[in-house]
């Protein structure tokens, strides 16, 4: 349901506290407590049928005597008790509850549902949010709301802290009221039955209280609700992770290797790179990493030049840097010959740069300044170790504007206690980032190059539909209704390489035979030598069985290699069913690669990409790493990237770079096929052969089983929907073709331009003030968008250069809930009443009906007139003017409107 109601949860202007009591110690009598201890300037409404007065305010003896309907109700009455309440809530008017009570989980006697569902169905038909149950409950700090039975109330601030562990919860506040991190929202979901953590990220991320997000999860239910909600939450404003249960120890055993390696965990921190969040492994951590990215610059290159005035604190940086696979930036000629005239013939010569012990002040400065300004991109580690020749905080006066007047990153450690307190003062006070220890301080800046290499990932847009190669989707498609109509779940190796092929993932030549004749005759025809392997249902690792043979001679040799095989599995397996053999041609490819490709369906997030070392070791030496679907060439080379295998790819010693283009090209190919065909839900390929001259799968299995969904459908991530692009002639407008597709981030630069072409007034027309140019920050908003949840379509013709040129936009920003969508549309000053408003608010229309949107506004100026004969045309209803302003409205439901 996401944010509909939640005002009422966070901004509530009454409260009522059903179960308040005077018992101490019980949840009701703390509760009330901390209402009314917080501050809060509303009604606090206690009621209690046992009481005329708790807490020393009036109680109320059942719902049906209050004297206001309350916007938020707090539960803690026995379980039985919360369905009926919670439908008498909805049925007054209350609008988002709390509920404290665990329990909820057992079905009561007698009953069809558990009493949670009994909860949730009650609140339904009024649209009654609820937090919980289960949780310790809610507080804002500004509104003086302290509705939980934490045992501290939380300080104001604008960090919001989400978590479903209740224990962490109580904990988490307590450390940080006594390190004064106040919060905008501390907020427990418990177990998050209606409002969870998508529908709490979406309202946080508009939340103008709140700066960053941190989150503390422990499992996620609906998957592409929380990566849209992540996915624009992360765009606005830095957000934090930090999840329970990294170990494999709760990974279920699967039949292919993806499905094996594929553990909750590595899918999930693939979720979270995607999202553009940061994940860490401790709640301290999470606090360290949200101060680094509020404090620091923006990283512009990924390596680390480290500025001390002691060797060893420099060692211990380069060496916490080092274990992490990060690199030190390597000094210029330049900027060596630079520090060698301002520092002792002592120095260290390389980076870490060791200015020696007995630096005075000046020599810092010079330093620092030398490091700073030598063009570089690399961001700089200065560290202090106190020395009785010149004080730490006149050091830290000194460079502190250096650091501020500098567009590069640095970070700041002060090693010591007491004697270095000043210092750190200072730096805090010019808002550097600060630290205790080199390796925290190297810490921060993993953190930062993390945080900055998952925005990125952000910012990648694949496309649903292939655009640099061409698929036979019928083709695959009559292979797996074919095996599906044959009660088959699982296809055979040359049906399996059929579909690669289809895909255009280069196979080697593989038939099926079945006879021992057959594979005999298949053999001459392909010619010598040849590989032979077993061909059953029943048997997913053929080598693991003694059912693959290589480099066969000859029609005898065939021969015996089959009947042994027979013989053996029927030995080893004798319940599996042999159905035949496939026949291969030997591939000779001394030197190449043997890697692993695969699909698997994950419980959470839906089908997942690996990649890794293959061969039949695969497991035993673990080397994989995991994506999320849709792919493009650029995740497809960050996926790559992060297994141990990738350094031998780039080649060493006497083996060459191996093509790594098309080993990109075919795990695209892969997130295609998936994107493409939804009945498959696990594939591997093993090995995928990988040399300077391409890839080639040598062996591959896929399983399949039915599916209602269109491929897309199940992905977490929504591709590009590149089907939404539409090309045309418009008369009036020169310059060729028109193309009308969905905005990309590569458009920010093209969009700023196209602001440019409005006039004063057609600006103002468009966002009610007169705006031509828009902040970084908000043009990243504006292009870089969640296909799920909003839709801004761009015109664009080709120019001479052959760039791409806007023309006009239109955008809708569409409700979690598919309820309404906003409309806004802005067409180029030169070529306007020339039918492009038409063109895009009809295909507006169409897109909005075809997702099932129940309706399209928008708020338009009353000297708009060219608008509002567009909103006329196209059969809105307008409101009358007030105060300049006219709403427009099309509702999608009724069949009146059916361009």
């Not at 988002?96 to 009650?122: F, K, N």
């Not at 001390?308 to 060596?336: H, Q």
Request: proline share 6%; net charge negative.
């Amino acid at each position: 349901m996401s944010i509909r109601n939640l005002d009422y949860l966070f901004h509530p202007r009454s409260v009522v506290v059903i179960g308040a009591t005077d018992r101490p110690h019980s949840v009701g009598a703390t509760l009330m407590l901390n209402l009314l201890q917080g501050g809060f300037k509303g009604p606090i409404m206690p009621v209690n049928p046992k009481y005329s007065r708790v807490a020393g305010i009036p109680a109320f003896h059942d719902l049906s005597a209050l004297p206001t309907v309350p916007d938020l109700a707090v539960v803690c009455t026995p379980p039985a008790t919360v369905p009926g309440l919670i439908g008498q809530l909805g049925r007054l008017g209350t609008k988002a509850a709390i509920v404290l009570t665990a329990g909820l989980d057992a079905q009561p006697e007698g009953g069809s549902v558990t009493m949670q569902q009994a909860m949730l169905e009650a609140a339904k038909p009024h649209l009654l949010r609820i937090l919980g149950p289960n949780c310790i409950g809610l507080i804002v700090p500004g509104l003086g709301l302290n509705a939980s039975f934490a045992e501290a109330a939380a300080l104001p601030g604008k960090i919001a802290f989400v978590s479903q562990s209740g224990a962490l919860t109580t904990a988490v506040l307590d450390w940080a009221v006594e390190n004064s991190i106040g919060f905008s929202k501390f907020i427990s979901i418990g177990n998050s039955a209606d409002v969870d953590f998508g529908d709490v990220l979406d309202y946080l991320a508009s939340d103008p209280d709140t700066r960053s997000i941190l989150l503390y999860i422990e499992s996620i239910k609906y998957a592409r609700k929380f990566m849209s909600a992540a996915r624009a939450a992360a765009r606005n404003k830095p957000v934090v992770v930090v999840k329970a249960g990294r170990s494999a120890a709760g990974a279920v055993a699967a039949a292919s290797h993806t499905g094996a390696m594929a553990g909750s965990d590595i899918v999930f921190d693939a979720a979270i790179r995607r999202s553009g969040m940061l994940r860490v492994d401790t709640t301290q951590d999470l606090f360290s990493a949200i101060e680094t990215l509020s404090r620091a610059k923006p990283l512009h290159g990924d390596k680390l030049i480290i500025l001390t005035n002691g060797g060893g604190p420099g060692v211990m940086a380069a060496d916490a840097l080092s274990l992490a696979g990060e690199k030190l930036a390597t000094l210029s000629d330049e900027t060596r010959h630079k520090l060698d005239a301002v520092l002792p013939s002592t120095w260290s010569k390389g980076n870490p740069i060791d200015i020696i012990g007995d630096a005075p002040v000046e020599r810092y400065s010079k330093a620092l300044s030398l490091v700073l300004d030598d063009g570089g991109s690399a961001s700089v580690l200065f560290i202090h170790a106190p020395t009785a020749i010149v004080k730490s905080e006149d050091i830290a006066r000194e460079c502190a504007p250096l650091i501020a007047a500098s567009p590069r990153n640095l970070l700041g450690c002060w090693l010591g206690g007491k004697g270095v307190s000043v210092a750190r003062q200072v730096f805090n006070q010019a808002g550097i980032p600060t630290y205790q220890t080199p390796e925290e301080a190297v810490q921060a800046f993993l953190y930062l190059l993390a945080y900055r290499r998952n925005q990125e990932l952000l910012l990648q847009a694949p496309p649903s539909q292939p655009t640099d190669f061409s698929v036979d989707t019928e083709q695959v498609k009559g292979i797996i209704k074919n095996s599906l109509e044959n009660q088959r779940s699982l296809l055979n190796e040359a049906e399996a390489k059929s579909v690669l092929a289809a895909y255009g993932i280069p196979v080697v030549d593989t038939r099926v035979a079945s006879t021992i004749e057959a594979a005999a005759t298949l053999a001459q025809q392909i010619g010598f030598p040849v590989a032979l392997k077993i061909l059953s249902p029943d048997i997913t690792h053929k080598s693991d069985v003694g059912g693959v043979v290589l480099n066969l001679e000859s029609v005898e040799d065939v021969h015996a290699a089959a009947q042994h095989m027979v013989a053996h599995v029927s030995k080893i397996r004798p319940a599996a069913q042999l159905t035949g053999f496939t026949v291969q041609a030997m591939i000779n490819r001394p030197g190449a690669h043997e890697l692993i490709l695969g699909v698997a369906d994950d419980g959470t997030f839906g089908p997942i990409i690996m990649f890794g070392h293959g061969g039949v070791a695969a497991q035993v030496i673990n080397d994989r790493a995991v994506s999320l679907p849709p792919l493009n060439m650029a995740l497809a080379e960050d996926l790559v990237a992060g297994t141990r295998v990738f350094k031998l790819l780039q080649g060493y010693r006497d083996r060459p770079t191996a093509d790594l283009p098309s080993l990109y090209l075919t795990l695209v190919k892969l997130s295609q096929l998936i994107t493409d065909i939804p009945e498959i839900v696990e594939l591997d390929i093993n090995p995928l052969l990988l040399d300077e001259h391409g890839a080639m799968a040598l062996d591959a299995r896929i399983g399949i089983a039915p599916s209602a969904l269109r491929g897309s459908e199940r992905l977490a991530i929504r591709p590009y929907p590149k089907e939404l692009e539409e090309s045309f002639e418009q008369e009036g407008i020169n310059g060729g073709i028109i193309l009308l597709r969905p905005i990309l981030p590569s458009d920010a630069q093209p969009y700023q331009l196209f602001l440019q072409t409005l006039d004063l007034k057609d600006a103002r027309n468009r966002f009610f003030c007169s705006v031509r140019q828009l902040p970084q920050s908000e043009l990243a908003r504006v292009t870089q968008i969640d296909y799920s949840r909003e839709m801004t379509l761009v015109a664009v013709i080709q120019n001479e250069s052959g760039n791409e040129d806007i023309l006009g936009e239109m955008r809708l920003v569409i409700d979690p809930d598919n309820q309404q969508a906003d409309l806004g549309i802005a067409i180029s000053t030169a070529l306007q009443s020339k039918g492009l408003g038409s063109k895009l608010l009809s295909k507006a229309i169409r897109y909005c009906r075809e997702r099932g949107t129940a309706r399209i506004a928008g708020t338009v100026l009353a000297e708009n007139s060219r608008m509002l004969g567009l909103a006329r045309k196209f059969d809105f209803t307008l409101s009358l003017p007030y105060e300049g302003i006219v709403d427009i409205c099309l509702d999608l439901n009724s069949n009146h409107y059916m361009r």
